[in-house]
């Protein structure tokens, strides 16, 4: 499906994001929804839905709104959306697929933004990865705060100790074996180091 939205996608100056495209840089877990940005104008959904199905793509309209369009292309979440927030990092190529991921720094920030609104159990073990494999906590609020032009990240460091929405989520599929309370445990720890660590400059 990506080899068909893809180029699409790319040709619209639209970029891959979400939780998708970090498994696709990490390999940690099965992803299906498809998070579709950018930052030009979007100015009339309704023809950008009708462009995909007359380019042969079954997207099925669910719901449109400005600069905003969701469905689902063969019962997978399917978005397009316009996001004028600065790219940090350059766009990664993925000429296998035929589309653009955002980078890991723009992944990183966006999923903490993600969490801040209401974190699901996908989205924290998607930070637990990046953490693991990628940038500590401090990088990753430094990077929050360059892509949202913010410094009051008080509000992200509560939403990375707050579980309980995500602990009536199912476990994503993961391609390693992770616990869902070593996540936690972990995330906590974090930010706890985090809290320490400013605390005392």
Known sequence: MLEQLGPFAASRSFYLGGGTAIALHLGHRRSDDLDWFTSEIIEA??????????????????????????????????????????????????????????????LAAMKLAAISQRGSRKDFLDIYELGIKYASIERMLELYKQKYAVEDIGHVLLALSY???????????????????DVKKMIQSWVKGYGRHHDQT
């Open 163 to 181: 579980f309980d929405d995500a602990e009536r989520e199912p476990m994503p599929i993961v391609m390693r074996d992770v616990n869902w309370g």
């Open 45 to 106: 959904p309704d023809r950008l839905a009708a462009d995909l199905q007359q380019g042969g793509i079954p997207f099925v309209v669910e719901d449109i709104s400005p600069g905003t369009l969701h469905g689902n292309v063969s019962e997978v979440n399917t978005s397009f959306l316009q996001y004028s927030y600065p790219l940090l990092g350059e766009l990664h190529q993925a000429p296998e697929l035929g589309c653009q991921l955002a980078s890991l720094d723009d």
